[in-house]
């Protein structure tokens, strides 16, 4: 078996070159996406395995917008073109293995499944499909507005948008925007793993079907249910891993949520998460801070050596 890890990058190079390190077991092959804010040469100086790229095509990626689903679809396009692989899994540059490679490659080889996590069918009316329904267009003038630093200093980026929300309300509930005929909309976590036969029917899905990209391009956090949808309206709903086993939270990672204002976000792992995030069965945890989680990746290295 090969493992393709696809890894969406944008702060943190030492965490991301111990990140590689870790999991390069010689067989495995890495491809990075890293943030077009962030300054590249930090993190090719971090990564020393030649069994890891950085894609050249790299987007300005906004937490909620559509850059992190196109992101992903670039790094598993490249990964599956270049090195295919029987599994490919999707991680973050905050990410960290909590199971030694070959703990990883048996879960994986166990059978034939796809680690997503797909919560459930969004229902009209819920404020998840709400969410599905709601256009980004205003985004653009919010980010134009937050680039002029003058206005960003008093703060206008904030007020316009606040004036947006109120005076559109629930407008765009009534644009008529529809998921094309027979599509059921489903959300799920962001991080998953895919088998090889998943992975091109996503790809195969996404490049026969523009008018279902154009849909979540304009989608509120459209990477919590862009991947879900395809594979959940698929025979693939079939293959999803059984049940959810101790401590996984999102596909095959164990996280730690903080509600920050009406979201759930996950929050940075220290040392005294150690004895819960080994009693997961996930393979990996996030997220690790280079200033913060120094402690609990250690005491991870040496659990990870002892069991080879």
């Known amino acids: 078996m090969r493992i393709a890890y696809l890894i969406l990058a944008h702060h943190q190079p030492r965490h991301l070159g111990a990140l590689i390190e870790r999991l390069d077991d010689g067989n495995a092959r890495f491809f990075v996406h890293l943030d077009q804010k962030s300054d590249i040469v930090p993190f090719r100086n971090a990564i020393r395995s030649a069994r890891a790229m950085l894609l050249d095509e790299r987007l300005p990626i906004a937490w909620g917008e559509w850059n992190m689903v196109q992101a992903t679809l670039d790094l598993l396009r490249r990964a599956h073109q270049q090195s295919p692989s029987t599994h490919y899994q999707l991680l973050s540059g905050d990410c960290y293995p909590i199971k030694s490679n070959q703990e990883i490659a048996a879960k994986l080889s166990s059978g034939n499944f796809n680690y997503i996590t797909i919560n459930e069918q969004m229902k ?168 913060q989680s120094g402690e609990l990746i250690r005491l991870l290295h040496e659990r990870i050596s002892d069991r080879g």
Request: with cysteine; glycine share 6%; charged share 30%.
């Open 124 to 291: 009209p009316g819920s404020r998840f499909y709400d969410r599905l329904l709601y256009r980004r267009s205003d985004r653009h003038l919010i980010n134009f507005l937050k680039r002029r630093r003058s206005l960003a200093r008093l703060n206008i980026p904030t007020y316009v948008g606040r004036l947006i929300k109120r005076v559109r309300g629930k407008q765009d509930r009534f644009t008529g925007r529809t998921l094309p005929a027979g599509i059921k909309p489903y959300k799920g976590g962001q991080w998953w793993c895919l088998t090889h036969d998943c992975a091109r029917y996503v790809l195969d899905y996404a490049e026969a079907n523009p008018r279902f990209v154009q849909f979540f391009r304009s989608t509120r956090i459209p990477d919590e249910s862009f991947f879900h949808t395809i594979i959940a309206n698929s025979e693939f709903v079939h293959t999803l891993s059984p049940g959810r086993p101790r401590g996984v939270i999102s596909g095959n990672h164990y996280v730690r949520w903080r509600k920050v204002n009406d979201y759930f976000k996950s929050r940075v792992l220290k040392e005294g998460d150690f004895d819960e995030v080994v009693a997961s069965q996930a393979c990996f945890a996030r997220k690790f801070s280079e200033t």
